[in-house]
């Protein structure tokens, strides 16, 4: 009988061993699991608050095209390159036509839109849609991906902003291929009334004169720049969604979200 009850014993003993050093791991990774989604959760209704609060499905701009340029925004700051009080993103869709005002410059600290206007894409990337992107000097094509705004000149085309891609093998060649924010005559009303299009550039964001000033005013002194495009190719380290876990929404956005 004692035999049979130190036998019990034993099993019992070796059970609860199993169950108290395996129970822990399960209880961890499920944590991990929910504070993950908790983040992606946060983030998605911090930007469904800003994409709304500033009207961008109104001015045409895509929650899905919103939700990458804010997620590069984050990641850039968090790796310093964004200063940390930078709160204006520019955002270019070439996926729309140039017939579209397919360019959004919008204030992240008051979520509003600041400028809805057309912008040109390069030459060599299509006619009236972008459809070819290029790195490459000389190839006169757009470039996808993150910039950070850099120094204001004064070149060919009059006051100019230079940029600085951020993006490997995609844009990083900005700087020396002379990709810039300039102003140009083709971009305008009158210009697609005739071609049924906007003209084209050299391959840099060009907008109309109209608002060149208003544009460069506003988006100069690092401050991000996303073009985005139809290139199953493109990737970026800055699109990364680790991130959010180590997101802090602004004060002004907590009482929306909650």
């Given at each position: 009988?004692?035999?049979?009850?130190?036998?019990i014993?034993?099993?019992?003993?070796?059970?609860?061993?199993?169950?108290?050093?395996?129970?822990?791991?399960?209880?961890?990774?499920?944590?991990?699991?929910?504070?993950?989604?908790?983040?992606?959760?946060?983030?998605?209704?911090?930007?469904?608050?800003?994409?709304?609060?500033?009207?961008?499905?109104?001015a045409?701009?895509?929650?899905?095209?919103?939700?990458?340029?804010?997620?590069?925004?984050i990641?850039?700051?968090?790796?310093?390159?964004?200063?940390?009080?930078?709160?204006?993103?520019?955002?270019?869709d070439?996926?729309?036509?140039?017939?579209?005002k397919?360019m959004?410059?919008?204030?992240?600290l008051?979520?509003?839109?600041l400028l809805?206007?057309?912008?040109?894409?390069?030459?060599?990337?299509?006619?009236?849609?972008?459809?070819q992107?290029?790195?490459?000097?000389?190839?006169h094509?757009?470039?996808?991906?993150?910039?950070?705004?850099?120094?204001?000149?004064?070149?060919k085309?009059?006051?100019?902003?230079?940029?600085?891609?951020?993006?490997?093998?995609?844009?990083?060649?900005?700087?020396?291929?002379?990709?810039?924010?300039h102003?140009?005559?083709?971009?305008?009303?009158?210009?697609?009334?005739?071609?049924?299009?906007?003209g084209r550039?050299?391959?840099?964001?060009?907008?109309?004169?109209d608002?060149?000033?208003?544009?460069?005013?506003?988006?100069?002194?690092?401050?991000?720049?996303?073009?985005?495009g139809?290139?199953?190719s493109?990737?970026?380290?800055?699109?990364n969604?680790?991130?959010?876990?180590?997101?802090?929404?602004?004060?002004?956005?907590?009482?929306?979200?909650?």
């Amino acid at each position: 009988m004692r035999k049979h009850f130190w036998w019990i014993l034993c099993v019992f003993l070796v059970f609860a061993v199993s169950f108290i050093s395996w129970t822990p791991i399960n209880v961890k990774s499920s944590t991990i699991n929910k504070t993950n989604s908790s983040a992606k959760e946060v983030f998605e209704q911090y930007a469904s608050t800003v994409y709304q609060t500033a009207k961008l499905q109104q001015a045409g701009l895509d929650i899905a095209v919103f939700e990458k340029a804010l997620t590069g925004y984050i990641n850039l700051k968090q790796a310093n390159k964004l200063p940390q009080n930078s709160s204006v993103i520019t955002v270019v869709d070439f996926n729309k036509s140039s017939r579209e005002k397919r360019m959004w410059i919008i204030d992240m600290l008051n979520n509003q839109l600041l400028l809805n206007t057309w912008v040109a894409h390069g030459q060599g990337s299509g006619d009236d849609m972008a459809s070819q992107f290029s790195n490459n000097n000389e190839s006169h094509q757009s470039s996808l991906g993150f910039y950070v705004t850099d120094d204001v000149y004064m070149g060919k085309h009059g006051r100019s902003l230079r940029l600085n891609g951020m993006d490997e093998g995609f844009n990083n060649a900005a700087l020396a291929r002379g990709i810039v924010v300039h102003a140009a005559d083709y971009v305008s009303q009158g210009t697609i009334n005739q071609l049924g299009r906007l003209g084209r550039s050299f391959g840099c964001p060009a907008v109309s004169p109209d608002v060149i000033g208003q544009v460069i005013n506003t988006i100069k002194g690092k401050t991000m720049l996303f073009i985005n495009g139809n290139d199953s190719s493109y990737t970026s380290k800055y699109l990364n969604q680790d991130v959010y876990a180590n997101f802090n929404v602004p004060t002004a956005s907590l009482a929306s979200i909650n």
